[in-house]
């Protein structure tokens, strides 16, 4: 069955201070009784004593990125390995600011989903048009090549271990936020496409978040949508009564 999911992308923020305060913060104002998944996802240097601090909580804590390979001489990388020896079962990948800012393709994002599935790790796929796309009435396509060349090789099996997390690039960060008719557009299109290619059963099931500038004024009216599950935040993710008002509003 479909879940129910809030993940906070905290980015390049939060010193480890910082990040035990917000998740001590987080641990006391998050509702506990609710069904939606909350997922984490601080710096790389503060995962594991995320993982400790929320050990005993219904928090999951996410990587931002991984490399796809096994390990060896790639200075300044992450591997899957390193990442579950810590206890982080679950990774972003494909997010804009790794594509655009890092030059990340849907080759290399393919294969970093092949190594994290390897792993049994839970990938939450991001991708989403950009601002042209949509003027020039591409966003589909563009969203369909993106899925078929970073995801769509995967086997059937492997979609126990995927989240969607639809983010129009021209919404993410700026303020501007798809309308709830607009995301609801894309996400009914996104599970058609997952329905062609793999069946009715894998697109019911896997979870569609819709990401970019979601706020605790908005939130509510976009997890409304019959074909939204949930949302990717990033900066409201970065104070605890934005991100539990978010995760409130489903
Ligand atoms: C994101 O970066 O995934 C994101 C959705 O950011 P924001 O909520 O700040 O638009």
């Given amino acids: 069955m479909r879940s129910k999911i809030v993940a906070g992308n905290w980015k390049m923020n939060k010193n480890s201070e910082e990040t035990e305060d917000l998740i001590n913060e987080l641990i006391d104002k998050l509702p506990t009784d609710g069904n939606t998944k909350i997922i984490i996802a601080p710096t790389f240097i503060n995962l594991a004593s995320a993982v400790d601090h929320t050990e005993f909580t219904n928090i999951r804590v996410a990587a931002q990125n991984m490399h796809q390979a096994e390990n060896g001489a790639y200075t300044g990388e992450i591997s899957a390995d390193m990442l579950k020896s810590i206890g982080v079962n679950t990774v972003i990948l494909g997010h804009s600011e790794r594509r655009s800012i890092f030059h990340e393709t849907d080759a290399v994002i393919s294969f970093k989903v092949d190594t994290a599935l390897k792993h049994d790790m839970t990938v939450i796929f991001c991708f989403g048009e950009e601002l042209k796309d949509r003027q020039n009435k591409q966003h589909f396509n563009i969203v ?32 501007e936020t798809a309308s709830p008719e607009q995301a609801q557009e894309m996400h009914e299109f996104i599970r058609e496409t997952v329905r062609k290619v793999f069946g009715s059963d894998i697109a019911e099931d896997v979870s569609i978040l819709y990401g970019g500038s979601v706020k605790p004024d908005n939130a509510a009216a976009i997890f409304s949508k019959p074909d939204i599950d949930g949302g990717l935040i990033g900066g409201a993710a970065l104070k605890a009564d934005d991100f539990v008002a978010i995760v409130n509003g489903i």
């Fill in 144 to 175: 369909e090549n993106q899925l078929r060349d970073g995801l769509f090789h995967i086997d059937k099996s492997a979609w126990a271990n995927i989240i969607l997390a639809y983010e129009p690039v021209w919404a993410i960060g700026t303020g």
